[in-house]
């Protein structure tokens, strides 16, 4: 089974993350404090068939940044060591995923390369009580600490809940087309022989 247990203690958060790629019937499990990111990353999990524990207890009474940042980098460590050697995963993934009047393409590639291109603009200061610039934070210590190159790409939308819910869930459906090991193959999908 490729799964991963982290623990991230600091003095502004503490999180408790268990993740599992392959079960056939996914439990989630998210809490960290902040109402519409665990909504986010209940549909990151649920679409991306994982199954995850998460609890975060973080410094809120400050803001949020610290909390859906320090997740972000949990949550990549966890994927990353979940993934293991990559022999026989599909590598890549991408979705263009639709919500009411949003659409958005997030494509990766699980590299050992990380970066991200975050191409979402006009995003208002507040989604209810969420900074809408933590989705980008969020991203970007994800992406670094799974290694995973990542675009992410709204072509149109007006809602910004929306607008975020399709990254969310195009985020899941990408990380499982990625994650999906190949069957029969046992090769690192790369030329170089490694990533």
């Known amino acids: 089974m490729r799964e991963s247990n982290?623990?991230?203690?600091?003095?502004?958060?503490?999180i408790n993350l268990s993740l599992a790629l392959d079960e056939s019937d996914p439990n989630l499990t998210i809490h960290t404090g902040?109402?519409?990111f665990d909504h986010m990353l209940t549909l990151f999990a649920a679409h991306g068939k994982l199954d995850l524990?998460?609890?975060?207890?973080?410094d809120t009474f400050v803001d949020d940044h610290h909390t859906v940042e320090d997740v972000g980098i949990v949550l990549g460590q966890a994927v990353k060591e979940a993934?293991?050697?990559k022999r026989g995963i599909t590598r890549y993934g991408h979705a263009y995923t639709p919500?009411?009047?949003?659409?958005?393409?997030?494509a990766l590639?699980?590299?050992n390369r990380p970066f991200l291109v975050y191409d979402v603009a006009d995003l208002p200061e507040k989604i209810g009580d969420f900074d809408s610039e933590l989705v980008e934070e969020f991203l970007r210590a994800f992406s670094t600490h799974a290694g995973i190159t990542l675009h992410?790409?709204?072509i149109h939308g007006k809602n910004s809940h929306h607008i975020v819910e399709s990254i969310f869930k195009g985020l899941g459906r990408a990380i499982r087309t990625a994650i999906t090991v190949e069957e029969g193959n046992q090769s690192i999908p790369s030329t170089k022989?490694?990533?």
């Open 6 to 14: 982290i623990k991230r203690e600091t003095h502004e958060t503490k």
């Open 34 to 36: 902040v109402g519409f």
């Open 53 to 58: 524990s998460l609890n975060a207890d973080g």
């Open 83 to 85: 993934v293991g050697d």
């Open 99 to 106: 919500m009411d009047e949003s659409l958005s393409l997030v």
């Open 109 to 111: 590639d699980l590299s």
């Open 152 to 154: 992410v790409k709204l």
């Open 193 to 195: 022989g490694s990533l």
